[in-house]
């Protein structure tokens, strides 16, 4: 069973960045699967921000197109979110899961980006952006 790990959150002020970090370990049951970045607000529900899949396709939510960018180091068995141009909005907890066995869903973002798809989560990093 995998077993994800968040690092990087933190307090920065509005325009700045962060890069968060995701490390797996654990024997892998595939090597088909689907990671992303969610985050949650106190009083509000889990969203996806960002998704990658294993040939490195990618998909954002509006909200932070342009701004945050998704990636993996294979060799590292990591999981990024560079953000960039910080909002308050963008405070949060976040993170990241996996699903294995997504290929069938490869070009639905909507599944990409439902809290509900995923199997594996981290415990979460706390991002909060100050104005």
């Known amino acids: 069973q995998v077993h994800l790990v968040e690092s990087g959150g933190g307090s920065v002020q509005s325009g700045g960045s962060l890069r968060l970090s995701c490390a797996a370990s654990?024997?892998?049951?595939?090597?088909?699967?689907?990671m992303a970045w969610f985050r949650q607000a106190p009083g509000k529900q889990r969203e996806g921000v960002a998704a990658?899949?294993?040939?490195?396709?990618?998909t954002y939510a509006d909200t932070v197109k342009g701004r945050f960018t998704i990636s993996q180091d294979n060799a590292e068995n990591t999981l990024y979110l560079q953000m960039n141009s910080l909002k308050p909005e963008d405070t949060a907890k976040y993170y990241c899961?996996?699903?294995?066995?997504?290929?069938?869903?490869?070009?639905?973002?909507?599944?990409?980006?439902?809290?509900?798809?995923?199997?594996?989560w981290g415990q979460g990093t706390q991002v909060t952006v100050s104005s």
């Open positions: 654990g024997p892998p049951v595939s090597t088909e699967y689907c």
């Open positions: 990658m899949i294993t040939d490195g396709r990618t």
């Open positions: 899961a996996r699903k294995y066995y997504c290929g069938a869903h490869y070009y639905d973002n909507g599944f990409l980006l439902s809290p509900l798809k995923y199997n594996y």
